[in-house]
């Protein structure tokens, strides 16, 4: 597959005609505006959504065209069509409605507790699962990086990329495995961001400086001290307070719980 220019891209920006949910509504004509196939402009869009470079998908602003209510059946429908694995569209074509109409409604449900987020799904294809094993990416400490895109890829959902992937672990399909005491890279930028955003207004200290000092004694110690900096989550759970320790890079450096009297 060819790589993207930058007067692709921009064009590809710029004529994309959106729905109140931002959903493309143009990719055939963009696709062969570009000479390119409609999985390749979906995958672009996906990934300049994902960059921040494209606005984000809203299905909770979707509304039917014939400005209908939805009625208790109909209700009832959508969720039994949904945790038997059904497309939106299938969904919409049953019922009459538009596909983004669906999807805001399904979110309505979820919100409502009408319909738990969690679903049964018919068994992954072996063409989806070799979809998912040459697509997967990991991180440097062995996280899987793109689950969102090989959800789009596989037509599933996220908490169904996430579960088998670890099936394909334990039966050793997959051989690369997250590093102990490590989060992911993903992880640690958005902690990273959320922190840098919530103590900006505190200076920000010099950067680390090493001092090594040599005592002279018959044995030739070295005493080095090292200023390094430390990422700390807490957790309170039931008046009991766990805090984790992290390094830089992820590194899990120490865990301390304590419970409501303060003992450890």
Request: aromatic share 6%.
């Amino acid at each position: 597959m060819k790589n993207w220019t930058t007067k692709e891209i921009e064009y590809l920006k710029k004529n994309a005609l959106l729905a109140e949910t931002n959903v493309v509504l143009n990719v055939e004509q963009l696709a062969k505006k570009l000479g390119r196939t409609r999985k390749s402009v979906d995958v672009k869009i996906y990934k300049l959504r994902r960059d921040g470079q494209f606005p984000q998908t809203d299905f909770s602003k979707a509304f039917d065209p014939k400005g209908r209510k939805f009625t208790d059946s109909e209700d009832k429908r959508i969720i039994a069509m949904y945790k038997k694995g059904e497309s939106y569209a299938d969904i919409g074509n049953s019922l009459d409605r538009s596909e983004s109409s669906i999807g805001g409604r399904i979110m309505r449900l979820k919100k409502t507790g009408k319909l738990k987020q969690t679903i049964a799904q018919k068994n992954w294809t072996q063409t989806e699962v070799d979809t998912l094993l040459v697509n997967i990416q990991f991180d440097e400490n062995g996280y899987c990086c793109n689950h969102t895109e090989l959800g789009r890829l596989c037509n599933r959902t996220y908490e169904q990329v996430v579960g088998k992937i670890n099936r394909l672990r334990k039966d050793g399909t997959i051989n690369t495995s997250p590093k102990n005491g490590t989060t992911s890279i993903k992880s640690k930028k958005a902690m990273d961001k959320f922190n840098d955003a919530r103590f900006a207004h505190i200076p920000k200290k010099k950067e680390d400086t090493t001092m090594v000092k040599t005592v002279e004694n018959p044995s030739n110690v070295s005493i080095e001290s090292k200023q390094i900096s430390l990422i700390l989550i807490i957790v309170i759970v039931n008046g009991q307070r766990t805090e984790q320790y992290f390094l830089p890079n992820g590194e899990l450096l120490a865990t301390k719980k304590t419970d409501s009297a303060g003992k450890q």
